[in-house]
């Protein structure tokens, strides 16, 4: 029988990708990272947030499983990033794959939270039913996991508020396609095919 206290992780991806809206959230937070992705493992292959979900529309928001090689982290490629580890029981974490299973199941029914963005930026809790901004999901999926962070609704979680709490660990901080545990294959063929792009793009002019 297995040990539900035994020891085990989950993983909070900070991240500033420099688009417009980070840059814009950043002048009013002046904080370095903008953006909260929940992580199942060390090598980035289950991220899940709430965020854009075309990377070109950032008002098309909702919950969203980030390929941190395609999608939004692709088309910026000199993204910043902290991975933080958060070590929890076997049963915590558990609870935590229950409760991003069925914001899966149900994905269409959620939206991005832009007015409770918008509150948190003046430190106004508002909560709208099936809506999340980006760290709000975060803290809540912990929350509904049996991690209490904070005593302050999750509506009022920042990124900044992860990278200092002291129950984390820092396990990576720099760009995101430097970061060791990534698959160096995939990287590649991003930055070949950059390259190609480059390529064409100098020949057209």
Same mark, same amino acid.
């Given at each position: ?20 809206? %980070? %840059?814009?959230? =950043?002048?009013? %937070? ?9 992580? @199942? ?5 289950? &991220? ?16 969203? =499983? ?18 933080? $580890? ?14 991003? $299973?069925?914001?899966? =199941?149900? =994905?269409?029914?959620? $939206? ?15 909560? %709208? ?17 049996? @991690? ?37 294959? $995939? ?17 057209? &002019?």
């Amino acid at each position: 029988m297995g040990d539900d206290h035994s020891e085990s992780s989950i993983y909070v991806l900070l991240t500033d990708t420099g688009t417009l809206f %980070t %840059t814009l959230i =950043k002048s009013f %937070t002046a904080a370095p990272y903008n953006h909260a992705s929940l992580a @199942l493992d060390a090598e980035l292959n289950d &991220v899940f947030s709430f965020g854009r979900k075309y990377p070109k529309k950032p008002w098309a928001g909702g919950f969203v =499983k980030e390929d941190v090689y395609e999608g939004t982290f692709r088309h910026y490629p000199d993204t910043r990033c902290v991975l933080l $580890r958060l070590r929890i029981s076997k049963q915590q974490r558990d609870a935590a794959v229950r409760i991003i $299973r069925s914001f899966q =199941k149900e =994905k269409q029914a959620y $939206r991005y939270n832009l007015i409770g963005l918008l509150g948190v930026l003046m430190n106004l809790d508002i909560e %709208t039913k099936n809506a999340y901004f980006c760290s709000q999901f975060v803290s809540e999926a912990l929350r509904k996991s049996g @991690l209490f962070l904070w005593d302050r609704p999750s509506t009022l979680v920042t990124p900044n508020d992860f990278l200092h709490h002291p129950a984390f660990d820092t396990v990576y901080e720099g760009f995101l396609y430097d970061y060791p545990l990534l698959n160096r294959d $995939r990287l590649k063929y991003i930055r070949n095919v950059e390259e190609a792009s480059s390529e064409l793009e100098e020949q057209a &002019v």
